[in-house]
């Protein structure tokens, strides 16, 4: 199993409606409007690093109203 955090960029005043589009999607586990450089944070589990990619961050940057997201894996240490 691979968790990751995803930090989200909006466009301006896209931030509830790009939460709840997020929320819907296949391996979301939680997402939260937040403060600061991003403007919503997601957290997703799948598999393996190839069903993240393919079957949640890929989806989500189709999105309207996403500009950018960055994955942030969560590692074992």
Do not use: F, H, W
């Amino acid at each position: 199993m691979v968790s990751a955090y995803i930090l989200i960029q909006t466009e301006v005043g896209k931030a509830a409606q790009v939460t709840q589009q997020v929320s819907g999607i296949n391996g979301i586990v939680a997402v939260d409007p937040v403060t600061g450089p991003y403007d919503v944070v997601a957290r997703a589990e799948a598999d393996d690093l190839d069903g993240l990619a393919k079957g949640t961050v890929m989806p989500m940057q189709e999105l309207d109203g996403i500009t950018r997201t960055l994955t942030c894996p969560v590692i074992q240490l």
